[in-house]
């Protein structure tokens, strides 16, 4: 054979068309990746960036754009606008905001934590009264395992809590609760979600 090279044949082929097969519609392009720059909202309650047409966030479900009059949260009712800490269980698909002033207290006890109680009460591994998580006027997110222990225990980035010692959160922490079910923190403005 000779030494031609053998990409050379394959020129005037640069320009080809696929064939689809018959019945098969053509597919749109992929979008861009991200939204372009500038036309992007930031979600209030999980700060991600999301297409200035969106109604609700994609990763948190609140409302975008328009009244800060508010947002749904688990089981339909309203959460302020003014939430600042997101806690999202990616296993249960569930987001709980953290308002200042109002500690939002996990377990599955529906008097002592009412905004959690209904969604962890399948979750064996999560305590009827297991931890709670706070917001300071100052934006810095604290948890707390209950005074009296978990059987199942508590962990942020899989460092152990001890009963009832304050344990600083920031945005990305993974907070576990049991074995099974897990959440990521989210503070609005320090980053994508």
Do not use: I
């Amino acid at each position: 054979m000779d030494d031609v090279d053998r990409d050379d044949a394959y020129d005037d082929l640069d320009e080809w068309e696929p064939v689809l097969p018959e019945g098969v519609p053509p597919t749109a392009p992929p979008p861009p990746d991200g939204p372009a720059a500038g036309s992007a909202v930031r979600c209030p309650g999980c700060a991600a960036l999301v297409p200035p047409a969106t109604r609700r966030c994609p990763r948190c479900m609140a409302r975008v754009g328009g009244e800060e009059r508010g947002r749904e949260g688990e089981g339909g009712g309203r959460v302020p606008a003014g939430a600042r800490a997101v806690l999202h269980f990616d296993t249960l698909a569930l987001s709980l905001p953290v308002l200042p002033g109002e500690p939002l207290r996990l377990g599955r006890d529906p008097d002592w934590a009412p905004g959690s109680a209904g969604s962890f009460k399948e979750q064996t591994t999560v305590s009827r009264r297991h931890a709670a998580v706070s917001l300071d006027p100052d934006g810095t997110v604290w948890v707390t395992e209950e005074t009296g222990g978990t059987m199942n225990g508590t962990w942020v980035n899989d460092t152990p809590l001890l009963p009832g010692e304050r344990h600083r959160l920031r945005h990305g922490d993974r907070l576990r609760l049991g074995r099974a079910v897990g959440c990521t923190v989210r503070l609005a403005g320090e980053g994508l979600c």
